[in-house]
């Protein structure tokens, strides 16, 4: 992996890159998103914390296509965007992680990260069938970069194991590495450290800093380990019962009282 | 012992890439087709070729077709029989009605013209999947077998079946056993090295993608609805050829209604038997598919069984088996084979 | 115009058969999540040993019947012993294929049994026409469907009023919380395919002397499938409207239509309006939408 210059944005100059504005979202009579409206700037590592049922992942789900919103507009790359799919929402950049882990559990970890360069693939099915050619340039172009993203994550003997047979924290590495295979400008992670011992949770933090800092990918995050998003963040939002009850860097988060009551005096450090 | 990976190292991704990475696999593949190109065809009786090389090559191929479809891309279908008679029967009114149309040619177009109607009756799959599905394919089964049964298809032959048609290709006609043999030889070869490509390739992955979790598939970019026809128009082309040959080289008639529901079964079960998601699996299905009814009906003579009690059995025993392989190996032969590789590598130590 | 309406007629009696045969699938598939294959085998098995008995033992009826009650009835455990327990982790399509497994062993052991000749089956349901006013209709034909209302009056009175049936509803609506109030899922499943193996009699009673007790009869019990996928598997007023549905349609069918585009389109009607209707509405016409949640 080339080294590249530490492109840091400096979040109080970077473009917005995703905007959400007024989103509401229900299900049947329940409201799961309630006028809800922020903005992640390109480069910046963003945060979507709150308790249980606050809305967070429904809000991910928005940004990459699998919920539509009821009202309120999501503009991603200055383009309001209208009712899409989760493959379109792919192509325009947005890479994704799951709360419990969506890996093809059938496939081996190379073949799962492979799929991640679905998009960049452009041999056709007839030159795959005879692998000629540029199917089979491709085919060493992607592996080559799967290699490199498969050494980033540290788990190279694990290249050929099937995924299932892997243990949790290795699965949400391989997950990682599938979304950033896409080669991604906005990642949403859900969760990726839960259920992590604290070993695991500095190496995961350690890939998404990297990513972000060396690669210059946007991230947006969900995650309950609050030690964790005020290291990490360069911004935060706030979600409880639908709505947003704050937003604002990891101090001024800190300090908010909304927030504060809303996890009952819950402090930096410790678990939520 | 025999089976040693250690001292085979890959410097290359070319080399890990390789269909047979491992020296032992590769001098078992060549021995395999020497035999079949070299060996059989001097020594076989026309009776081996017939009852047993014939229907397990072109079966095997068949089963490739299916397993695509539902080994790699999680789909089910119960139409095989009505697509292997869509590309007997196209097959036969191109030959027929278009004169000197060079046969190549035509048996490629009927594998189109299947792979078409494959993707029509594959559409309900963006829309459902498992057992409703399987009942929609019977919807294929059931129509194409009726729509091949018209007059026009058969050219309003009086009796319901028709006659393949001499064929020769380049000049070489083709009319011995040993020499149609060898025909579908190279045919099921090559199409199946084309199939290994296509699973081992962007193409593959996408399809077990949708298969694993379709829903995840998707935030990757994989488009569902088209990766899924893309799979039905594969595996039809592949099956449709099946039945050209079928037609063709082995029966030389041509009868709509022989590509019954039980032919759909019998290749569903070659999948399941032999694997699904694994070539070389749909070859063990077929080959043990073909042989279960001859082993059986040779112990029913034995018994003193007649021919309808043997059929009878024959049907007991496949749902037996498909059980038993469901219940205890769900990935069949294929699987069975691999951990005997497994075994074999460390034999004679225990693990 | 009284010619169509029998057309008509004729049709929604018959698709009352089809629904007959159906009505064992919701079940065995609202208690248990399983689609049974099998089930239209399960119809040409018990056909097969009531006609059998009959004519090759000469029990009576009468007994014959209630003997096969009590096969279906240790079959079912059989089942649910050997098939459902063991696969009771395994994704839904591979028990799915199991249960096409059974469809074959059930099918062999009928034949292995019985042979294949054709066989007669005839309870005494009354024959001939009879007139509805000006409409001539087969009494047959009412009767049966008369039968089969009243056993699908019959089920729905036992799941909606008895301790098992409502211990049924349980296990339907979450097999996790049935558990937990301490239903033993292998019993109700025992108990729901012997149900649908007692519905099976009933279909082979009605089927049989209608077509005559052979292997073929399975070609005809299949045509339950596409009524199973139109009326949504989980809805028994679905399956019986449905059946309507179906029957009149391929009923019609076959008296228009047929004659026009080359006769025996019988066969496959019924899948490609199951098929159409599946591209514009999946959950049929009452079944449950099929939601997936990440």
């Known amino acids: ?55 967070k992942s429904s809000m991910l789900n928005c940004i990459n296509g699998f919920y539509h919103p009821k009202t309120g507009s999501i503009i991603y790359k200055g383009n309001r965007r209208s009712r899409i799919r989760p493959h379109r929402a792919a192509s325009q950049g947005i890479a994704r992680t799951f709360q419990n882990i969506a890996l093809f559990k059938g496939m081996s970890v190379l073949a799962n990260i492979m799929t991640g360069r679905h998009l960049k693939a452009e041999s056709t099915l007839v030159e795959n069938a005879f692998f000629l050619g540029r199917a089979r ?62 070993e695991e949770k500095q190496d995961m933090a350690r890939f998404i800093l990297d990513v972000n800092r060396q690669k210059g990918v946007t991230i947006c995050l969900i995650e309950h380990d609050m030690g964790v998003v005020m290291d990490l963040s360069d911004q935060i939002v706030v979600l409880d019962h639908g709505g947003k009850i704050g937003e604002g860097t990891p101090d001024e988060i800190r300090i908010n009282p909304h927030v504060v009551e809303a996890y009952l005096g819950v402090k930096q450090g410790e678990e939520a | 012992m025999f089976y040693k990976k250690s001292g085979q190292f890959k410097t290359s991704y070319d080399a890990d890439q390789a269909m047979l990475p491992l020296l032992q696999e590769r001098i078992s593949i060549f021995v395999i087709l020497a035999v079949a190109f070299l060996v059989i065809p001097l020594v076989a009786t ?67 013209i299947t792979s078409a109607t494959g993707v029509v009756f594959g559409l309900p799959a963006l829309r459902i999947k498992g057992f409703y599905l399987a009942v929609t394919t019977l919807a294929a089964q059931f129509f194409l077998i009726w729509l091949l049964q018209q007059p026009w298809f058969l050219n309003y032959s009086a009796t319901g079946v028709i006659s393949a048609q001499d064929i020769s290709v380049m000049g070489w006609t083709i009319n011995t056993p040993v020499e149609k043999y060898l025909f579908v030889l190279v045919v099921v070869i090559v199409m199946t090295l084309l199939a290994k490509n296509i699973v ?27 990766t899924k026809l893309q799979a039905f128009a594969v595996s039809s082309f592949f099956i449709g050829i099946a039945g050209v040959l079928w037609g063709y080289l082995y029966l030389g008639q041509l009868e709509p209604a022989a590509f019954d529901v039980y032919v759909s079964f019998d290749v569903l079960f070659m999948v399941i038997i032999g694997g699904l998601g694994s070539i070389l699996g749909s070859f063990l299905g077929a080959a043990f598919v073909v042989l279960m009814p001859l082993a059986l009906s040779f112990l029913g003579g034995i018994l003193g069984l007649g021919t309808a009690m043997v059929a009878y059995v024959e049907t007991f025993t496949f749902g037996v088996l498909i059980l038993l392989f469901l219940l205890a190996e769900p990935h069949g032969l294929a699987h069975i084979l691999s951990v005997a590789k497994q075994q074999m590598r460390i034999w004679p130590f225990p693990y | 115009m009284t010619f169509f309406i029998e057309v008509v007629i004729t049709g929604l009696l018959g698709g009352l058969m089809y629904s007959t045969v159906g009505l064992g699938f919701v079940l065995i598939f609202k208690a248990s999540g399983i689609f049974n294959f099998a089930q239209p085998v399960m119809v040409l098995f018990a056909a097969m040993f009531i006609a059998g008995l009959n004519q090759e033992f000469g029990i009576p009826l009468w007994q014959a019947i209630p003997l096969v009650a009590l096969l279906m009835i240790g079959v079912a455990w059989v089942i649910e012993r050997f098939v459902l327990r063991p696969m009771v982790n395994q994704e839904p399509i591979l028990t799915f294929m199991a249960t096409i497994g059974i469809f074959f062993i059930l099918l062999g052991l009928a034949e292995m049994f019985w042979g294949s000749e054709n066989r007669t089956l ?142 025996g389109i019988g066969n496959w009607f019924p899948y490609i309006i199951a098929m159409v209707f599946m591209l514009y509405r999946p959950q049929g016409l009452f079944g449950e939408k099929i939601i997936e949640r990440i």
């Open chain 1, 137 to 198: 340039r491709e085919e060493f172009d992607h592996r080559k970069t799967c290699e490199h993203i498969i050494q980033f994550l540290e788990i190279q003997q694990y290249r050929k194991s099937i995924v299932s047979t892997l243990p949790y924290g290795l699965q949400k590495r391989v997950e990682l590495g599938r979304a950033l295979a896409a080669e991604p400008e906005l990642l949403l992670l859900d969760e990726p450290m839960a259920g992590m011992n604290l």
């Open chain 2, 46 to 112: 026309t009776y081996v070729i017939n009852s047993l090389l014939m229907p397990f090559l072109i079966y095997s191929l068949a089963a490739v077709g299916l397993n695509i479809l539902v080994g790699y891309c999680g789909q089910i279908s119960l139409g095989t029989g009505g697509f292997m008679a869509v590309g007997a029967i196209s097959a036969w009114n191109i030959i027929e009605r278009i004169p000197d149309m060079p046969v190549l040619a035509a048996f490629l177009l009927a594998g189109f």
């Open chain 1, 1 to 55: 992996m080339a080294t590249q210059e530490t492109l840091r944005v400096d979040p109080d100059v970077g473009e917005v890159l995703l905007r959400v504005e007024n989103v509401e979202l229900a299900f049947g009579g329940v409201r799961a998103l309630n006028n809800v409206s922020f903005s992640v700037r390109r480069g910046e590592i963003f945060s979507i914390i709150g308790p249980n049922g606050a809305g």
């Open chain 2, 200 to 226: 081992r390739s962007v193409t593959g992955r996408k399809w077990m993608a949708i298969r694993d979790m379709d829903v995840a598939a998707e935030i990757i970019g994989i488009r569902p609805m088209a």
């Open chain 3, 122 to 263: 005839n309870v005494g349901i009354p024959r001939g026409p009879v007139f509805i006013g000006d409409i001539l209709l087969q009494s047959y034909r009412v009767y049966s469907s008369i039968i089969g209302f009243i056993v699908v009056l019959l089920v729905v009175l036992f799941t909606q009023k008895t301790k098992m049936g409502r211990v049924l509803r349980a296990v339907a609506d979450d097999h996790q919380a049935a558990q937990a109030v301490g239903i033993r899922l292998t019993t109700v499943w025992w108990v729901v395919w012997s149900i649908a193996g007692l519905i099976a009699i009933v279909a082979a009673i009605i089927w049989g002397g209608s077509i005559g007790v052979q292997p073929i009869m399975v070609d005809v019990a299949f045509k339950a499938f596409p009524v199973l996928l139109l009326g949504g598997l989980t809805s028994i007023p679905g399956v019986i409207i449905a059946g309507l549905i179906i029957g009149a349609g391929e009923s019609v069918a076959n008296v228009y239509l047929g004659p026009l585009i080359g006769g």
